[in-house]
């Protein structure tokens, strides 16, 4: 188990406890999160959804760790230049270091700031899990059916609100 993964487990376990103590909302609640797509894009909404507790994001954004997420987002944007990248890969060496988890955390964080669009895109096409940590469907067409109909996403995007 990878360091961010545990350091996000108990974050959630904190999270739960203290949510438990100020309100009787159940931990699993349907959380609403930032739109997650390109202008002018087909898109199909999914409207609410449970995210798991490991995406602060979403789940706790004033937690302290969603609050990292943020630095780490105005540190590749003041590493990136005014014009910003439009293109930001997550990856490691390793399996399991939490690749996953922190794209879709910074993807999130990357959203909610006023005017930016974000796609994220699941490049693990054998055992990609993005739908699974945001609680949506498995979609039929994912990173290779678009890139064999030469880049066309004809649907294969999912809106996140």
């Known amino acids: 188990m990878s360091k961010i993964t545990k350091a996000l487990e108990k974050a959630a376990r904190e999270r739960l406890l203290r949510q438990q103590d100020q309100t009787t909302v159940a931990a699993g609640s349907a959380v609403v999160v930032p739109v997650l797509s390109p202008v002018g894009a087909a898109v199909r909404p999914v409207g609410q959804i ?10 706790d954004p004033r937690s302290p760790v969603a609050e990292q997420y943020r630095i780490l987002r105005t540190n590749l944007q003041s590493k990136l230049g005014r014009g910003g990248s439009r293109v930001i890969l997550v990856t490691s060496a390793v399996h399991s270091e939490g690749k996953t988890v922190t794209a879709i955390n910074l993807a999130m964080t990357l959203a909610r700031q006023e005017g930016l669009r974000v796609v994220l895109v699941d490049g693990d096409l054998r055992r990609g899990t993005v739908h699974r940590w945001l609680g949506v469907e498995p979609q039929r067409e994912g990173l290779a059916t678009a890139l064999a109909r030469d880049g066309s996403l004809n649907g294969s995007l999912v809106q996140l609100q």
């Open 50 to 59: 449970e995210v798991d507790p490991h995406i602060v994001s979403a789940a």
